[in-house]
């Protein structure tokens, strides 16, 4: 069963040994939710990031939960333990979330390089320059520019450190007039999604991160605080 067993959990095995009921005092003077802190915490180093329990070993250490303790907390104390360590990247981050909020608000907003800024028209640059600036950022105007800004002060970082509300960038590989050939901006939204003005077809829209044909991402940025912070 994927490396876990029932035979792994001995605390756990302890507690039904002792009869422990649902709020009662255990041997030794422990509660319920001491006892049931003290196995999680033992067991922690069964559920690491290279374990996938399947649906039907999750179900079976649950029901055992169940059986045993007969209450709800011990579902969600047993399965809080089976998910194993929150992403990082999804963390909540209030500053990145205000820019994607921003961004998202301009959802179907007409592209246009000529008139951004002017009404509700935006191009890729501008909606993320406007979306950095309702969380109180400032960067420049253009997607080259903001590209080379993040990389003379230190806020590149790697795909897998991308958070909602990070900057991807673009390069058109037939082009050798912008900084490193950058043409276009995105607002990482989560989830492996980028918001994104890219064209007058749909204007400002949501989208799959992406690459085609001469499209190729080179920069992943957050400027708003240092990449080693």
Same mark, same amino acid.
């Given at each position: 069963?994927?490396?876990?067993?029932?035979?792994?959990?001995?605390?756990?095995?302890?507690?039904?040994?002792?009869?422990?009921?649902?709020?009662?005092?255990?041997?030794?003077?422990?509660?319920?939710?001491?006892?049931?802190?003290?196995?999680?915490?033992?067991?922690?180093?069964?559920?690491?990031?290279?374990?996938?329990?399947?649906?039907?070993?999750?179900?079976?250490?649950?029901?055992?939960?169940?059986?045993?303790?007969? &209450?709800?907390? *011990?579902?969600?104390?047993? %399965?809080?333990?089976?998910? $194993?360590? #929150?992403?990082?990247?999804? /963390?909540?981050? @209030?500053?990145?979330?205000?820019?994607?909020?921003?961004?998202?608000?301009?959802?179907?907003?007409?592209?246009?390089?000529?008139?951004?800024?002017?009404?509700?028209?935006?191009?890729?640059?501008?909606?993320?320059?406007?979306?950095?600036?309702?969380?109180?950022?400032?960067?420049? &105007?253009?997607? *080259?520019?903001?590209?080379? %800004?993040?990389?003379?002060? $230190?806020? #590149?970082?790697?795909?897998? /450190?991308?958070? @909602?509300?990070?900057?991807?960038?673009?390069?058109?590989?037939?082009?050798?007039?912008?900084?490193?050939?950058?043409?276009?901006?995105?607002?990482?939204?989560?989830?492996?999604?980028?918001?994104?003005?890219?064209?007058?077809?749909?204007?400002?829209?949501?989208?799959?991160?992406?690459?085609?044909?001469?499209?190729?991402?080179?920069?992943?940025?957050?400027?708003?605080?240092?990449?080693?912070?």
């Amino acid at each position: 069963m994927n490396g876990i067993s029932l035979d792994n959990l001995p605390t756990l095995q302890r507690l039904s040994s002792n009869n422990v009921q649902n709020g009662a005092p255990a041997a030794g003077g422990l509660s319920f939710s001491a006892l049931l802190e003290e196995s999680l915490s033992e067991n922690a180093s069964l559920f690491t990031d290279s374990v996938s329990p399947s649906d039907l070993e999750r179900s079976l250490l649950l029901g055992m939960c169940l059986s045993m303790f007969g &209450g709800v907390p *011990a579902i969600f104390g047993l %399965y809080a333990a089976l998910a $194993g360590k #929150t992403d990082p990247t999804q /963390e909540d981050d @209030p500053i990145g979330k205000s820019i994607v909020d921003a961004a998202m608000s301009r959802l179907g907003d007409p592209y246009s390089k000529t008139y951004r800024g002017s009404g509700n028209y935006v191009d890729c640059s501008y909606l993320a320059q406007w979306a950095y600036k309702q969380a109180g950022i400032s960067i420049p &105007g253009t997607a *080259a520019a903001q590209a080379k %800004y993040c990389y003379e002060n $230190g806020f #590149t970082i790697s795909k897998s /450190e991308l958070k @909602p509300g990070d900057l991807i960038f673009w390069e058109n590989t037939q082009s050798d007039t912008r900084w490193r050939h950058i043409h276009h901006v995105g607002i990482y939204a989560g989830n492996g999604k980028v918001v994104e003005a890219k064209g007058t077809k749909k204007g400002v829209e949501i989208d799959d991160i992406w690459e085609s044909g001469k499209w190729k991402i080179v920069m992943y940025a957050r400027p708003r605080a240092k990449a080693s912070a």
